[in-house]
């Protein structure tokens, strides 16, 4: 069953001014996303999957078309909202840990509004979330690599962001931990309902996590794949 | 060939003759710090109590103040053009962004020498402001004294401040843009951003700046000379050249000492946390395009520091310069013995440093122990020790081998008594070498590091000894680490003065000694060529270390 779509990107162009020139990474790009569902996109180095999703947490100014999320009108030619104003979540390829935070200060970094007992509520019902409780005092060096991801991951989903990105989120873990991490972040974020859009060129992590592959070449969405639940099963 | 089970064993216990040589110069640089601790605590408990009662009060607190003082200035003006250059585009930035770096080339006594002239009541800019608001003579009006605290931090501050900017605008280029990202997901704006994440982050990196610009406080002889600043290192001098105790000068050395350790420490804690401060993807803080008002601000606050840190004191030099040039038609004998003193002085010290630079760094990664790699962090220490306290340090170890070199020479060749290091320039170039080790060190490890084990591996398997394999593979890659190291010991050798007061021989100046003495006299002559030079050959690494920094950070 397919329901409305909370992210609609409409014919946008993405690229980069050099001198003079301007140079197109991304062109007529459309995709929608529907609530509560995770979508991928896939494709080689510099097929432009980044840069669409800095684009859709705002980090990239849109040249044509416009990008929705749940009807508001975040990016367009000339007009955009503030990163912080979207309440659209990402997870980082190298994680984006604080490093002078410990892993409690780190998840709640985000919840800054939230009174201290509502904050540490939060933060403990997360870290119990992930199984992480026993490290709530470590700093990210101290961490594993797959414990990092898990951290990450929930600091990112701490202030219940309407949509959460993951830019080659599982990249730098080894294949063993990155096929646990994988089905376990889809499982959490399917119990949390948070819509999510995960950049990759890894085919087997998009087949393991996604209800919708996207695969891009040269800046063009070229194919997209609605994936039933006996897909990702298999 | 098989090597018997116990020689070879045996083997591995001895210590290389690299290892001996590490071992020597560990030696030679710790000699003067305990031959100093003999000498301060050897005499009579007396003289403690006139130190501590008339000379350390005031010595300690100027030092202090003035390291206080230096430490914010460099702080703010460094942070904060490291800032203004990453996170921030307005016209000329690209300019900027090198320019900021040009007054690394100016040493400190340069600055205070320039200035003292630009400054001055009877100068151009008092001059240009009186006659502006219409007074007609000096009595009428003046600018505060820069012979003075807040004369000197200014100074001091203007030149030294790049240290600070370098080493903080590469942790923003390298490691502040994802986390200032994620920040921003998490719902803070670009100002609550600076402070909860950029700030926190910058502090390690600003505290490696901040350390080198206070050893470089520490040492400074001639500014605070220049500026009637009474320092620890001015005291030090003092209480040896005037008034001939070196047990006295000792003492003060002794307690510099001990500040030169805490600043050791603060460095060494702020790098342990910097160690896990890096993160994996490196790219760039987005800058944010600046127009109209915002935009000039940007630029005028850009350009503060390289003009008064380096365009004004450059433009007063060659100005200087070419006035003197053109009514002397000629450069004195004595500038041009002096230079040729300072560039053989310096070329020397440079082959000797990295040939043992190389031997120490050589022995540190292939003996493999700890004591290897602890000789050659010893032997790197004397690049803390401040000029003057190094200096106090080696007169006595000279002495006592001049003493055995001259019975030697006397006894086998006959040659009558003579000083052959105190009296010759070798005793400068010995200093120098211990001074400037971190350099070499630092720069041939850096480099071994980027060589992977497997090279030399194949170059043993295609049958090459260890000495051939390091001729043919490795000095060929060493090559541009051991360039941009001999370049930086060059000129950091041009410019040394403290050391070189205490240690040159009768009637030897070189550059930075003449322009000490210029300046002292009051006559100003030629010192300006003389600085000139100086400040011509620091701006050969400066170029360079701006190209090789900067260029992939845009």
């Not at chain 1, 695969?215 to 194919?223: E, F, I, R, S, V």
């Not at chain 2, 240009?128 to 000197?152: C, E, N, V």
């Amino acid at each position: 069953m397919s329901t409305l779509p909370i992210l609609q990107i409409n014919n946008v162009r993405l690229g980069y001014k050099q001198g003079r020139d301007f140079k197109t990474v991304v062109d007529d790009f459309s995709m929608q996303v529907p609530a509560g569902e995770i979508a991928c996109l896939l494709g080689p180095s510099g097929c432009g999957k980044t840069t669409v999703l800095r684009a859709i947490a705002g980090f990239e100014p849109v040249y044509a078309g416009r990008i929705l999320l749940e009807d508001q009108v975040l990016s367009e030619f000339d007009r955009m909202v503030e990163p912080e104003h979207r309440r659209i979540g990402m997870m980082f390829q190298d994680y984006a840990l604080f490093p002078h935070l410990t892993v409690e200060q780190n998840i709640g970094f985000g919840l800054r509004k939230a009174r201290p007992e509502q904050r540490r509520q939060r933060v403990d019902e997360l870290l119990a979330l992930v199984r992480l409780s026993d490290l709530r005092e470590r700093y990210p060096h101290e961490l594993s690599g797959g414990q990092q991801q898990r951290v990450a991951l929930i600091r990112s989903l701490a202030p219940a962001p309407r949509l959460l990105l993951l830019d080659e989120a599982f990249s730098n873990l080894d294949t063993e931990i990155r096929q646990k991490l994988v089905v376990e972040v889809r499982s959490i974020l399917k119990q949390s309902g948070i819509s999510a859009i995960l950049v990759t060129h890894n085919l087997e992590e998009a087949q393991a996590i996604a209800d919708h592959i996207g695969t891009m070449k040269d800046g063009q969405l070229c194919a997209w794949q609605r994936r039933t639940q006996a897909d990702i099963a298999a | 060939m098989t090597v018997p089970v116990q020689a070879a064993l045996s083997s591995t216990h001895r210590w290389p003759p690299s290892q001996w040589v590490a071992a020597c110069l560990a030696l030679c640089v710790l000699a003067p710090v305990l031959v100093l601790a003999a000498l301060a605590f050897s005499g009579e408990f007396g003289h403690w109590q006139n130190l501590l009662q008339h000379v350390l009060p005031v010595a300690v607190s100027n030092t202090a103040l003035l390291l206080l003082g230096v430490g914010v200035l460099t702080a703010l003006i460094g942070g904060g053009s490291a800032w203004l250059t990453s996170a921030y585009l307005f016209p000329t930035r690209k300019l900027v962004t090198w320019g900021l770096l040009l007054p690394l080339a100016v040493p400190t006594y340069i600055m205070a020498f320039a200035y003292l002239d630009v400054l001055h009541p009877l100068g151009p800019v008092q001059t240009l402001i009186r006659d502006l608001l219409g007074y007609t003579s000096a009595r009428q009006f003046r600018l505060p004294d820069l012979r003075s605290m807040p004369g000197a931090i200014m100074l001091l501050g203007l030149v030294l401040y790049p240290y600070v900017y370098l080493s903080v605008r590469v942790m923003f280029m390298t490691q502040a843009a994802s986390l200032l990202e994620a920040a921003r997901t998490l719902g803070c704006s670009r100002r609550e951003a600076f402070w909860r994440i950029i700030v926190p982050l910058a502090r390690p990196a600003m505290a490696v700046g901040l350390s080198l610009v206070l050893l470089e406080t520490l040492n400074d002889i001639g500014a605070s000379e220049f500026l009637g600043i009474q320092t620890m290192t001015i005291s030090i001098y003092t209480t040896w050249i005037t008034r001939s105790n070196l047990q006295g000068a000792a003492q003060i050395a002794i307690v510099m000492l001990a500040v030169v350790t805490f600043l050791i420490y603060m460095e060494r804690y702020a790098r342990r946390r910097q160690r896990y401060a890096i993160t994996q993807r490196m790219h760039p803080i987005q800058p944010v395009q600046l127009r109209g008002l915002p935009a000039l601000v940007a630029m005028l606050l850009g350009w503060f520091p390289i003009v008064a840190g380096f365009i004004i004191p450059f433009w007063f030099l060659v100005n200087e310069s070419f006035k003197r040039l053109s009514s002397l038609q000629a450069i004195s004998a004595e500038l041009l013995k002096a230079t040729w003193n300072t560039l053989s002085v310096s070329l020397t010290a440079t082959v000797v440093t990295l040939a043992f630079g190389l031997v120490i760094a050589w022995s540190a990664r292939y003996a493999r122990s700890g004591t290897a790699r602890l000789l050659a962090r010893c032997s790197s220490l004397g690049y803390a020790i401040p000029g003057t306290v190094l200096a106090t340090g080696l007169l006595i170890p000279y002495s006592w081998l001049d003493r055995i070199i001259s019975s030697v020479m006397n006894t086998l060749a006959g040659i009558p008594p003579q000083l052959f290091i105190m009296g010759s320039a070798a005793g400068i170039v010995c200093a120098y070498t211990l001074r400037f080790m971190a350099i070499s060190v630092g720069s041939v490890e850096s480099g071994l590091a980027r060589i992977p084990p497997s090279l030399e591996q194949a170059s043993r398997s295609l049958g090459h000894s260890a000495f051939q394999s390091f001729v043919r593979v490795h000095f060929p890659l060493l090559r541009p680490a051991l360039g941009a190291a001999a370049l930086l010991i060059f000129v950091d050798a041009m410019k040394e003065l403290s050391a070189t007061l205490l240690l040159r021989p009768l009637n030897f100046e070189t550059l930075s000694t003449w322009l000490y003495a210029e300046a002292a006299r009051g006559t100003y002559d030629e010192g300006a060529i003389a600085a000139l030079i100086i400040v011509f050959a620091g701006l050969i690494p400066v170029i360079l270390l701006a190209r090789t920094q900067l260029k992939a950070n845009y």
